[in-house]
């Protein structure tokens, strides 16, 4: 009899892309062929997994509920991209409980690496756990929890800091210009590496002026911080190709492509409760083709070094590939 997984299974083996929005597979899948050479051992920097609820249950504080997404369908999106490397970053719905992402890696084996979420009551011993399994960072996830002012931020970063600083992991923050303005001396001083997710939360119709683009542009250009050119679609309203990301994306590559990633965001949760609706409502995953959102790469990075820089050097040299 064949079962969800096992036709998700025997996709995968296939190379077989599925359609979005099956009653096999509510998370995305490609629609659009890759275009471009993606080279040995490139790594998808940002996605998450979304367990079954009965066995990952959700944070009671979450701001909105995601559907499932699961490892099976991770592989087959990475399948079609022609990925072999993942990051899995907990989101801001499970809390500080990192089970979902251990879970998702564990699945994925050596080609994952996670991005945890903690607080002043995960244990030493937790991390050391984490550690091992494969998590090589914390995130900060002030822009979902809607903290933008620096007089909070400063100190969760520096506990965040004082957390990590004797391990060889970094800190990453989803969050704004603001922010990243109001902190920009604390991470010029961090001695742990700081990624800012999502183009640092640049707002692409703003252009490359707006105020706090140039602070990050000078913490990238110093080595400072990492950025994911990730979330293209939170970026801009610009779709399918959002043309107004080009000179964000194409300025943090000049200003130095040894500090930018790239990440699907798969699965692409939508982070905004309806009107109307709840925060325990489920909201759906938004449907982003993610082979055209990777076709963006080679407009964003024309050369070919620099795009291996992107998607294999600069990963395997944070992560520990």
């Given at each position: 009899m064949l079962t969800r997984r096992s036709i998700l299974l025997a996709s995968i083996a296939a190379g077989v892309t599925m359609p979005n929005r099956t009653a096999l597979a509510k998370a995305a899948q490609p629609s659009?062929?890759?275009?471009?050479?993606?080279?040995?051992?490139?790594?998808d920097c940002h996605t998450h997994i979304h367990g079954d609820p009965g066995k990952f249950p959700l944070f009671a504080g979450?701001?909105?509920?995601?559907?499932?997404?699961?490892?099976?369908?991770?592989?087959?999106?990475?399948?079609?991209?022609?990925?072999?490397?993942?990051?899995?970053?907990?989101?801001?719905?499970?809390?500080?409980?990192?089970?979902?992402?251990?879970?998702?890696?564990?699945?994925?084996?050596?080609?994952?690496?996670?991005?945890?979420?903690?607080?002043?009551?995960?244990?030493?011993?937790?991390?050391?756990?984490?550690?091992?399994?494969?998590?090589?960072?914390?995130?900060?996830?002030?822009a979902t929890g809607g903290v933008s002012d620096p007089a909070v931020g400063r100190p969760r970063f520096q506990a965040a800091v004082d957390r990590v600083k004797n391990r060889n992991w970094h800190i990453q923050m989803f969050t704004g210009l603001g922010m990243i303005s109001g902190i920009k001396d604390l991470v010029a001083a961090s001695?742990?590496?700081?990624?800012?997710?999502?183009?640092?939360?640049?707002?692409?119709?703003?252009?490359?002026?707006?105020?706090?683009?140039?602070?990050?542009?000078?913490?990238?250009?110093?080595?400072?911080?990492?950025?994911?050119?990730?979330?293209?679609?939170?970026?801009?309203s610009l779709a399918p190709d959002y043309a107004d990301v080009v000179?964000?994306?194409?300025?943090?590559?000049?200003?130095?492509?040894?500090?930018?990633?790239?990440?699907?965001?798969?699965p692409h949760p939508d982070s905004v409760t309806p009107a109307g609706k709840k925060p325990t409502d489920v909201t759906p995953l938004l449907q982003i083709d993610d082979g055209r959102l990777l076709n963006q790469l080679p407009v964003w990075a024309p050369d070919a070094a620099i795009r291996k820089k992107i998607l294999v050097d600069n990963p395997a040299r944070l992560y520990g590939f």
């Open positions: 659009t062929p890759v275009n471009f050479d993606i080279p040995a051992g490139a790594c979450r701001v909105y509920t995601p559907e499932p997404a699961s490892p099976e369908e991770m592989a087959a999106l990475h399948k079609a991209l022609q990925i072999e490397r993942v990051v899995i970053v907990t989101p801001s719905v499970y809390g500080p409980d990192n089970s979902a992402t251990l879970f998702g890696m564990k699945a994925r084996g050596a080609t994952a690496r996670g991005v945890a979420v903690i607080d002043d009551k995960t244990p030493e011993a937790d991390l050391d756990a984490m550690s091992q399994a494969g998590i090589r960072g914390i995130r900060l996830n002030l001695p742990v590496p700081v990624v800012f997710d999502h183009f640092g939360g640049a707002v692409a119709k703003l252009g490359a002026e707006q105020p706090g683009f140039a602070d990050m542009l000078e913490l990238v250009r110093a080595g400072k911080a990492y950025v994911k050119i990730s979330g293209a679609y939170r970026a801009s000179p964000l994306a194409r300025a943090l590559i000049t200003a130095n492509s040894d500090r930018i990633l790239w990440g699907s965001d798969w």
